[in-house]
C-alpha cells in the first residue's frame, strides 16, 4: 500500500504527547522509508513496537494515506490520515487494516455535565464536542474508504494496548 503520506508534518517538540520517530528492529517489515516511521503519542509507540515485534504482523505502516472527509464543523472538505496499515497474518488468510489509535473515552458522545457554569467549563464541553463530531465524520470516511478497498478500519484503544500488548 502506497500512498501519499503525512510525513511532511514531523514531529513536534512541544506536543503534550511524546512524538518522535520509530527506529524499527525489522525494518523489511515496514512499508516506505523506515527512517521516517512517525508516532505522535506514547500510544502509537506502543503500537508500532506492537508492528514491528509481532510476527503476525506481515507488512505495516504509519500515516499511510489520506482520506478526504467533510467536516461537519466547517462543512469544508479535509483530509484525515489515519495513524497506520496493518496486514495481519490470520489463520484463513492475509487481513489487511486502516487502524487509529483512540483512548476509549473519546469515542464516546461528550455530555453536558451538571454544574457546568464556568466558561472554562462550557469552553472544555464544546472542545470535546467538535473533537467528537469531526472524528465520527473522519472513521465513517475512514469505513467507507476501507470498505471500497477491500481493507478493514478499526479503532485501537487502550483495552488492546495495555492489556493485549506487552511492553
Given at each position: 500500500m502506497?500512498?501519499?503520506?503525512?510525513?511532511?508534518?514531523?514531529?513536534?517538540?512541544r506536543s503534550r504527547f511524546r512524538?518522535?520517530?520509530?527506529v524499527p528492529g525489522y525494518p523489511e517489515?515496514?512499508?516506505g522509508d523506515p527512517s521516517k516511521i512517525i508516532y505522535r503519542s506514547s500510544w502509537e509507540y506502543r503500537f508500532c513496537k506492537y508492528c514491528d515485534t509481532?510476527?503476525?504482523?506481515?507488512?505495516?505502516?504509519?500515516?499511510p494515506v489520506p482520506i478526504p472527509y467533510i467536516s461537519p464543523i466547517d462543512n469544508r472538505e479535509h483530509s484525515y490520515f489515519v495513524d497506520f496499515y496493518m496486514k495481519l497474518q490470520k489463520p484463513d488468510g492475509?487481513?489487511?487494516?486502516?487502524?487509529?489509535?483512540?483512548?476509549?473515552k473519546s469515542l464516546k458522545q461528550p455530555s453536558m455535565k451538571e454544574g457546568l457554569?464556568?466558561?472554562?467549563?462550557?469552553?472544555?464541553?464544546?472542545?470535546m464536542a467538535a473533537d467528537w463530531l469531526i472524528n465520527r465524520a473522519k472513521f465513517k470516511a475512514a469505513q467507507e474508504f476501507?470498505?471500497?478497498n477491500n481493507k478493514n478500519f478499526i479503532i485501537v484503544t487502550e483495552e488492546f494496548l495495555f492489556k493485549r500488548v506487552n511492553s
Open positions: 502506497r500512498a501519499k503520506t503525512n510525513k511532511t508534518n514531523p514531529p513536534h517538540k512524538q518522535g520517530y520509530f517489515k515496514y512499508i509481532t510476527p503476525e504482523v506481515l507488512s505495516w505502516s504509519s500515516e492475509p487481513v489487511e487494516y486502516l487502524v487509529e489509535i483512540k483512548p476509549s457554569t464556568t466558561i472554562k467549563r462550557l469552553k472544555e464541553y464544546n472542545k476501507a470498505r471500497l
